[in-house]
């Protein structure tokens, strides 16, 4: 398949997700979280991915037992999950933030927390940093903006990261 048609899907996937987004926050629930994978290069469902979506879902359930999921999917993007909480969008976010750092590959859990009120709940907004590069540790917007790592080692990282999830 050519570049362009990975990015109409990618593109169409993304505006699909964020119709999903819109409308949930439209409700009024005070947190919206949003879940999906971080995972670099155009194959967003490599071996091992399935497996640490549904742990990661599964702890997520759990954490938030009154939470109301909307929608679960996969699309051209990967796996996603949207669920609407009433709950403190900040005390959502930290929670997530320990299911994030919960295990080595749970670093590849995107967990998105929106505030029905303010939007976006960042790491900011609890005064932590931002995340970590995966391959070095650094700050990963930092080695994003400068290249620092090749596609090809970020993908290689996923890719040993995801390795206990494989069947």
Do not use: W
Not at 34 to 50: E, H, M, Q, R, Y
Not at 51 to 65: D, V
């Amino acid at each position: 398949m050519s570049s362009a048609r990975f990015a109409d899907k990618f593109l169409a996937a993304r505006d699909g997700r964020q119709e999903l987004l819109s409308r949930a926050l439209s409700a009024g629930r005070p947190a919206t979280l949003f879940v999906s994978l971080n995972l670099p290069g155009p194959d967003k469902s490599p071996p091992g991915a399935t497996a640490l979506f549904r742990r990661g879902c599964e702890q997520i359930a759990a954490s938030f037992p009154g939470s109301v999921l909307v929608a679960a999917d996969c699309d051209a993007l990967g796996h996603f999950a949207l669920r609407v909480l009433d709950a403190d969008p900040l005390s959502v976010k930290r929670l997530c933030i320990g299911i994030e750092e919960s295990h080595p590959a749970a670093r590849l859990l995107d967990l998105d927390v929106y505030s029905s009120e303010t939007g976006q709940i960042g790491r900011a907004s609890l005064g932590l940093p931002g995340r970590r590069c995966l391959v070095c540790d650094q700050p990963a917007v930092d080695c994003m903006r400068t290249r620092r790592h090749t596609i090809a080692e970020v993908i290689a990282k996923t890719h040993e990261l995801l390795t206990p999830f494989r069947a």
